[in-house]
């Protein structure tokens, strides 16, 4: 089973006639990503790798009967991207895009209150079910179907752990990025409520990094509500105080908290074992299954 996309998902790429966006999508068709439709202002009736373009998210939407879509728009019209699609009959958005000025993620943020639509990100790898949907730019080949979820705020980490994983024969159920900059749509707490409730998914990897107080807080969620067990992994224990650290949100303010000290305490407060290396944790998560 999976979380949020499968292989009936039908995806709308906004941005699609771009680089990224037209580059991203013929990964995600090859992926086997049932990419339906693009929605670009200006060029609609336009065709890309077989996927029809229209000029409005809400038109592609009804015109293919989409459900989702990939938000590859640059950072100055993204929130405007994203605004368009929570507005289209689609359940899910998933915003790849990185730099979309905090400002604007919240006035988005608000808007998230008033829709039941769910956002992905912003500056986010994306979301994949291994072997049926990815939605965003995540390297499909180092994925493997299995029971495993994993919810992340760093691409790169994703990857790491992901690889480790499967190496060892462990697939995976759905792996999320949430995006590193501090207004996103889903949350840590939002994703592990998605697998503690999908009967498939056995065990789950929670990936962290300092700044911000998200991991002691979804501390608090896995120790309070979760049976699945959980492992954990947090990026940056040796970032000095007051230095971003490549995501908008991982700053530590001084003031003792989201310090990667802070948040593998509360972690292991709940039962999370925080490994030290992405193989370390994926020895967590084989000593679980």
């Keep these: 089973m999976s979380v949020l996309v499968d292989d009936d998902t039908r995806v709308i790429v906004q941005g699609i006639t771009g680089g990224e966006g037209n580059f991203h999508a013929e990964q995600m068709i ?65 915003a790849i895009t990185e730099g979309i000025p905090t400002q604007d993620m919240s006035k988005v943020y608000k808007r998230l209150g008033e829709v039941d639509t769910r956002l992905i990100g912003p500056n986010c790898p994306g979301i994949i079910t291994p072997g049926e949907s990815k939605l965003g730019i995540l390297p499909g080949n180092i994925f493997e179907s299995g029971d495993v979820g994993l919810v992340s705020r760093s691409g790169t980490l994703t990857y790491q752990v992901v690889d480790n994983l499967t190496s060892r024969g462990i697939g995976q159920t759905t792996a999320i990025g949430i995006g590193g900059d501090p207004i996103i749509g889903t949350d840590f707490i939002d994703a592990l409520e998605l697998f503690e409730n999908d009967p498939d998914t056995e065990a789950v990897v929670m990936c962290g990094e300092i700044g911000g107080e998200d991991e002691e807080e979804a501390a608090r969620y896995i120790a309070e509500h979760m049976d699945t067990p959980v492992a954990g992994f947090i990026a940056g224990r040796t970032a000095p105080p007051g230095k ?46």
């Design 30 to 94: 090859e992926y086997g990503t049932n990419v339906v439709a693009g929605a670009v202002p200006g060029k609609g009736g336009q065709e890309v790798h077989g996927v029809p373009v229209y000029d409005t998210v809400d038109r592609a939407a009804r015109e293919e009967d989409a459900d989702a879509s990939v938000v590859f728009v640059p950072p100055a019209f993204a929130a405007d991207a994203v605004f368009e699609a929570l507005d289209a009959p689609v359940d899910l958005v998933v």
């Design 244 to 289: 971003r650290m490549g995501h908008a949100g991982a700053i530590v303010s001084g003031s003792g908290t989201g310090t990667a000290e802070s948040k593998i305490e509360a972690l292991n407060d709940a039962g999370v074992p925080v490994g030290d290396t992405p193989d370390e944790v994926a020895e967590y998560v084989e000593d679980f299954l």
